[in-house]
């Protein structure tokens, strides 16, 4: 009997941990290197994304608006997407949406950047439960600075979907622009965190 | 001597009969007086044969006729088309999209003309309610080609249906009418210097930029002399980078701050140095074309979306990315992204819906030049983040 009550007590006790340690949890899906100085970047280079989306341009969309959205913050210039062609074109990379380090600091060399971004457009367009839809976005972006190549900071972002009030009341969810923003927002605020 | 004071008495009245007589006729008087005046005694106009840009099949021959003949009314000396013929043929002019310098030199040379009328069928669909969209320039001829005058309109028969539907337009041809008769009416009033882009009121809010960027470096005082490259297509539309490029050119023409240079220069420039811009414009082509076309800015642009409409059912979508970049920073002063579609922000009885993706593009051009100018508000960031701040 005796036994059973301490057995009882350990699962209570192993519950309370687990409920009130999540408190504690860190945000798992940013990554940012401890030793960078991420105020010395003020010029960066966005590079194509590469879209698992169905949609061909929507990775275009994508990185004009984080283009735009990186720009207007003021915080880092972005240089324009026909200068990353030339420096593209001009370092022979092959993929130019998945650069290797030695590609990354070689195109550096050319266009004269701090930070290269590149990113994955993992979902993008409408979502479909029962009767409801809703457009949705998901979206990972990567930055490596350029004296070695290596990964310094890293996000995802996932915005849209079907919320309760989709499917209570329909609607359709929020327009693919807004959503957009949205995601290219909660990114930007992830890399100045 | 009696007969040489009777003679001028009657020279006087004659005259005075001819002033009151002729007061009738005023209007195409003074404006061709004036038209004359511009240029050296007679200001002729080559109207080139349109340009296709609607992706479509459209009666061009008889808009370009019916374009003539508004002119002509209006009292605008017209090249006569047998003369315009040999000259294509004798220059080999293929491309109607545009003019460059030789041809412009050649114009004025051969013709006599003062300046070329260039028109760009943007829409032509004779579905019920039909839809036309048409924007014109006059470029100067001579040594020095320059955009004279740029208008353009983008009409839908269901634009303004009115009560029990009496307004709706159903016959292209109504709509082509109006639509033409309002750009010469527009040509009219800018040889008459009454010509006026009319207060940005008048464009709705809901057209600007979504996100903006400007650069200190651009200053919002200075006059600048603008090139603007072909937009890259990433839509679905044929056509749609010339159609948006053209209305650019269109707003940036009717801000003073900014001088535009004629698209077929740009364009005899690209092919002169061979570049071509797949992917955007990099800073070695701008360097290039800063030195050969002597200018300030570069107007570069991804149109992402730009769709228009059949019949009744649908909406226009447009949807770009634009970028300009300084000759002496070398750098971007100036990004956005504008996106709509035909029925933002209509709630009621289609109150305030946009019905051609011209129409919507103009608005969404005409913002972003005002904006560019702005001197005291604040144009950098997303638009929410502004209206957050209380600036209206």
Partial sequence: ????????????????????????????????????????????????????????????????VFINKLLSTGAVYVVPVGEVARGVARAEIANPATPSPEEVVKLASIIKVQAVITGVLKEYGEVRSGTTSANIISVSLQMMEVQTGKVVWSASSAKGGISIWDRLFGGGGQPMNKVTEKAADDLINKLFK | MISSTNFLNRACILLFAGV?????????????????QTHEGKFLIAVLPFENLSGTRAPLKD???????????????????ETLDKFMARNRVRYTGGID??????????????????????????????????TSRLVSSGDAPVILWID?????????????????????????????????????????KKADRGPIKSVKRKFRPKISYRSDVFDPSRKYTVAVVPFLNLSGRRNAGEILELE?????????????????MVRQQLLTLRMIIPEGISLANADALFATLDVDLIVAANVNE????????????????????EKKSRSVVWSSVSHNEGDD???????????????????????????????????QGSSEMNLRKGEK
């Fill in chain 2, 152 to 192: 353009g309109f983008g009409l839908a028969g269901d634009d303004s249906p009115g009560i029990l539907e009496l307004g709706l337009i159903e016959n292209p041809k109504a709509l082509l009418k109006k639509g033409v008769g309002r750009l010469a009416e527009s040509l009219g009033e800018y040889f008459d």
């Fill in chain 2, 345 to 379: 922000g209509v709630f009621f009885f289609d109150l305030g819906r946009v019905n051609t993706a011209h129409a919507m593009a103009s608005q969404m051009t005409r913002w972003i030049g005002e904006m560019m100018i702005e001197g005291s508000k604040r144009v």
């Fill in chain 1, 1 to 64: 009997m005796g036994i059973r009550r301490i057995l009882i007590l350990k699962i209570i006790l192993i519950c309370f941990i687990l409920i009130f340690f999540a408190a504690c949890a860190t945000n798992s899906n940013t990554y940012r290197e401890p030793n960078m100085d991420f105020g010395a970047i003020q010029t960066v280079a966005v590079m194509p994304f590469v879209s698992l989306a169905r949609d061909n341009v929507a990775a275009e969309r994508v990185r004009d």
């Fill in chain 2, 63 to 81: 808009i370009r006729e019916l374009f003539i003949n508004k002119l002509r009314a209006r009292g605008f000396p017209i090249l006569e088309e």
């Fill in chain 2, 20 to 36: 009151f007589c002729f007061s009738g006729c005023a209007w195409t008087e003074k404006n061709v007086s004036k038209i004359v």
């Fill in chain 2, 248 to 264: 650019f050119i269109r707003n940036l023409k009717t801000i003073e701050q900014f001088d535009v240079v004629e698209p077929g």
């Fill in chain 2, 101 to 134: 310098k030789p041809l412009t030199q050649a114009f004025k040379n051969e013709t006599g003309t003062g300046g070329v009328l260039i028109s760009s069928l943007e829409l032509y669909s004779d579905a019920n309610p039909p839809k036309i969209a048409l």
């Fill in chain 2, 306 to 325: 730009y769709q228009d409409y059949q019949g009744v059912f649908g909406k226009p979508k447009v949807d770009f990315f634009v970028q300009l970049i």
